[in-house]
């Protein structure tokens, strides 16, 4: 079965450190990954995919992912976070058992980031 | 450039009820879906579309129904609401290729008492 896990509920860090968001994935066939960023009161917003090549994978607001195959993950990272990235995260991946059609995401990560 | 409008943006319904949710966007996309957002639960797709005039369920269908009579809107209808639909609804929307991202609306959020 396809499946997208995000096993942090929330995630803290102070401005201007790093911060990773951790995603990983069980599907069969390629992956085709995604992340998006929920602000509040809006919808899903797309920040970053991976379908093939590089294993780092840069993306909007100075996001980047990094797709590990062996461990079958697909972090969120950012060098220096900002006040404005607190927001609701979400990983995301197609799903190959019914044709690509669908996307499945995952519970969804908060990320709070304090001044 | 509007992309993906959801309206309307609250509902609140007495238990019974019945109400259709509209979905437009004007990016030629192919694909639609709808999608409800529950705390702790993630996107769980409820219907999608990818094509017009057709339809198919997802993960959670029951208790709703769809139509996608334009290429630009896709509807979702409840007949007869519970308390547990209560919750935020999103539509959906992306081109044929699966590689490509969804377009999200701002979302309905339905109450149900």
Same mark, same amino acid.
Not at chain 2, 69 to 92: D, H, I, M, R, W
């Given at each position: 079965?396809?499946?997208?896990?995000?096993?942090?509920?929330?995630?803290?860090?102070?401005?201007?450190?790093?911060?990773?968001?951790?995603?990983?994935?069980?599907?069969?066939?390629?992956?085709?990954?995604?992340?998006?960023?929920?602000?509040?009161?809006?919808?899903?917003?797309?920040?970053?995919?991976?379908?093939?090549?590089?294993?780092?994978?840069?993306?909007?607001?100075?996001?980047?992912?990094?797709?590990?195959?062996?461990?079958?993950?697909?972090?969120?990272?950012?060098?220096?976070?900002?006040?404005?990235?607190?927001?609701?995260?979400?990983?995301?991946?197609?799903?190959?058992?019914?044709?690509?059609?669908?996307?499945?995401?995952?519970?969804?990560?908060?990320?709070?980031?304090?001044? | 450039?509007?992309?993906?409008?959801?309206?309307?943006?609250?509902?609140?319904?007495?238990?019974?009820?019945?109400?259709?949710?509209? +979905?437009?966007?004007?990016?030629?996309?192919?694909?639609?879906?709808?999608?409800?957002?529950?705390?702790?639960?993630?996107?769980?797709?409820?219907?999608?579309?990818?094509?017009?005039?057709?339809?198919?369920?997802?993960?959670?269908?029951?208790?709703?129904?769809?139509?996608?009579?334009?290429?630009?809107?896709?509807?979702?209808?409840?007949?007869?609401?519970?308390?547990?639909?209560?919750?935020?609804?999103? +539509?959906?929307?992306?081109?044929?290729?699966?590689?490509?991202?969804?377009?999200?609306?701002?979302?309905?959020?339905?109450?149900?008492?």
């Amino acid at each position: 079965a396809q499946s997208v896990a995000q096993p942090e509920d929330q995630v803290n860090v102070a401005e201007g450190n790093p911060l990773t968001v951790k995603c990983t994935y069980s599907v069969s066939g390629n992956p085709y990954l995604f992340w998006y960023v929920q602000y509040p009161n809006r919808g899903l917003q797309f920040l970053l995919k991976y379908i093939t090549g590089d294993n780092l994978v840069k993306g909007s607001y100075g996001f980047e992912a990094e797709f590990n195959k062996s461990q079958t993950s697909f972090h969120l990272k950012k060098p220096s976070a900002l006040v404005s990235d607190s927001a609701l995260y979400f990983c995301a991946v197609r799903d190959w058992s019914t044709g690509g059609f669908k996307t499945i995401f995952g519970a969804g990560t908060r990320l709070f980031v304090k001044a | 450039n509007a992309g993906v409008t959801q309206t309307p943006k609250f509902r609140v319904l007495k238990t019974g009820q019945s109400m259709t949710l509209l +979905c437009a966007q004007d990016m030629n996309h192919e694909y639609m879906y709808w999608y409800r957002q529950d705390p702790g639960m993630g996107l769980r797709l409820i219907h999608y579309s990818v094509g017009e005039g057709t339809t198919a369920k997802g993960e959670v269908p029951d208790g709703y129904n769809v139509s996608r009579l334009k290429k630009q809107n896709f509807l979702l209808g409840l007949e007869s609401a519970a308390p547990s639909q209560t919750s935020v609804y999103f +539509c959906a929307s992306s081109y044929s290729d699966s590689n490509s991202p969804l377009h999200f609306g701002n979302g309905t959020r339905l109450t149900v008492t």
